[in-house]
């Protein structure tokens, strides 16, 4: 279903802020960041559909912040206020068909496509 490609993954101190960056290798219609910390099961932070609807976990709202820019097929998280908890390897995913999945689109099971994951860590 295509490539994935996420950077933009960093050790930054408490309060700081990261943009990642997760480059498709062909359009998908919905994309989305997931995160996974040792010993915690893959968790939906931020999705967006190719309307532009988003949506977020409520431990990020307020934070984070996710986009898209179309014509480079590129999915953006700007985080911000970064907090310890905010620890783990961030994955994109994406889902090519354009129906909805009939979940949340936090769920992982909407998603066909993944990236390899980038590390964010954030000291206190």
């Known amino acids: 279903q295509g490539q994935l490609v996420e950077s933009g993954g960093d050790a930054v101190q408490a309060g700081g802020s990261l943009t990642l960056s997760c480059v498709a290798s062909a359009w998908k219609n919905y994309m989305a960041w997931f995160r996974q910390a040792p010993g915690d099961e893959r968790e939906g932070v931020a999705a967006?559909?190719?309307?532009?609807?988003?949506l977020y976990t409520d431990s990020v709202k307020g934070r984070f912040t996710v986009s898209l820019d179309s014509a480079k097929s590129t999915m953006y998280l700007q985080m911000n206020n970064l907090k310890p908890e905010d620890s783990a390897m961030y994955y994109c995913?994406?889902?090519?068909?354009?129906?909805?999945?009939?979940?949340?689109?936090?769920?992982?099971?909407?998603?066909?496509?993944w990236g390899q994951g980038t590390q964010v860590t954030v000291s206190s």
């Open positions: 995913a994406a889902r090519m068909s354009p129906r909805e999945c009939g979940r949340s689109l936090l769920d992982a099971e909407c998603y066909g496509s």
């Open positions: 967006i559909g190719r309307n532009t609807r988003t």
